[in-house]
């Protein structure tokens, strides 16, 4: 993938829009991934704040809030879903504390480029010349955090997972709530697939008792130890474990 293209914004205070635009080299999965998770909390702030909690009901109708603190002390954003189609769009209501009773929107269209993700922002409906130029100075700032976040590290670390079922015929005698944990598990990782962190994965049939092997990308292995945890095959506690094993190379 090509490097990140620096985030750029442009404005029209006359109507109060905003539109900021970056190319960040990741799936369009992963940085929605990054838009719409507790996720979020690493990588919007700086300096002058921190983002310290983010939720989000992904729904038309649902709720999101941000909060932080920053040099005046805490503070928080949110509003309410209006349109959600992962991984191309996201549109919600912005109501910050810091300006009481202004409601604009946002809109996030994350389109696929050769390459990875271009993501465009258009925040509509300020009120104000300056509350709009506020904002066009800081999306560019929250855009290349985000880039940065999402872009693999330049040089990452492999990892092998070996997933250990509950029982060595588990293959052959799962129940019909084990099964559909594992159909649970195989939509994780294909979603995984997409976003570059897994690179391959797959049931291998040993003698012994078949378990599963899955390839990952990572930072350190506090990342893949948090990716593992959000399996779904860990998750419903049908007695699934990985063992993970640092690899230290991977030819492909």
């Known amino acids: 993938m090509r490097a990140q293209r620096s985030a750029a914004a442009i404005a029209d205070a006359s109507i109060g829009t905003i539109l900021a635009r970056v190319d960040i080299a990741a799936a369009p999965e992963r940085v929605f991934r990054a838009l719409t998770t507790s996720e979020l909390v690493k990588w919007w702030g700086h300096d002058d704040y921190r983002t310290t909690k983010f ?18 002390g805490p503070f928080h954003v949110g ?89 060595a015929t588990f293959a052959q005698d799962m129940s019909a709530d084990e099964r559909a944990v594992m159909t649970a598990h195989g939509v994780y990782w294909r979603e995984q697939l997409a976003a570059g962190t897994a690179i391959a994965f797959g049931p291998v049939l040993d003698p012994a008792g078949a378990w599963g092997l899955g390839l990952v990308r990572a930072r350190d292995e506090a990342e893949v130890r948090a990716f593992a945890g959000k399996d779904p095959a860990l998750t419903s506690n049908i007695g699934m474990r990985y063992e993970l094993v640092p690899m230290a190379t991977l030819v492909a």
């Open 55 to 72: 939720e989000i009901t992904l729904a038309p109708g649902g709720r999101w809030r941000s909060d932080g603190v920053g040099r005046n």
């Open 79 to 167: 509003g309410e879903v209006l349109e959600v189609d992962a991984p191309k769009k996201l549109v919600y209501t912005w109501e910050p504390s810091w300006q009481p009773g202004e409601k604009t929107k946002v809109t996030y269209t994350l389109d696929a480029i050769d390459g990875g993700t271009r993501v465009t922002v258009c925040h509509s409906g300020f009120a104000t010349a300056a509350s709009c130029q506020n904002h066009t100075n800081g999306w560019p700032r929250v855009l290349d955090l985000l880039g940065k976040h999402c872009e693999p590290a330049a040089d990452p670390r492999y990892f092998l997972l070996r997933l250990i079922p509950p029982r």
